[in-house]
């Protein structure tokens, strides 16, 4: 199925118009307001709750092996947790991971 080139520029503008309004509607409309403690108690929990999300399919599915599980990648994600719960700094952890996963790279 092919679409024209109307019909894509116009699901790119309707998309961009969406999800504007996604955000507005939440920092436009309530962004001066003082939010109840609950809410900003489950708004910390946000990054953690996203970030495995994006992270696992690169851990256990890398295109860069053609989707198999690689020692390599669960060894720097392996040291980014350990590194990170151990001195609770997640740029560490992220940090130390780069460095795992450069290093055992370079090595095999």
């Known amino acids: 199925m092919s679409y024209?080139?109307?019909t894509i520029w116009a699901i790119i503008a309707i998309?961009?118009?969406?999800t504007y309004l996604i955000r507005f509607s939440f920092l436009g409309l309530v962004g001066d307001r003082k939010m109840?403690?609950?809410v900003?108690?489950?708004l910390r929990y946000t990054p953690v709750a996203i970030l495995p999300g994006l992270v696992a399919p690169l851990v256990f599915w890398p295109k860069a092996t053609g989707g198999d599980p690689d020692p390599v990648r669960f060894a720097?994600?392996?040291a980014t947790v350990v590194v990170a719960w151990w001195t609770k700094n997640m740029?560490?952890?992220a940090a130390a991971g780069a460095v795992t996963l450069t290093s055992l790279l370079?090595?095999?």
């Open 40 to 42: 900003l108690r489950h």
């Open 106 to 108: 370079w090595m095999t």
């Open 91 to 93: 740029l560490a952890g």
């Open 4 to 6: 024209s080139d109307a």
């Open 76 to 78: 720097a994600a392996g």
């Open 15 to 18: 998309l961009g118009v969406g």
């Open 36 to 38: 109840p403690d609950w």
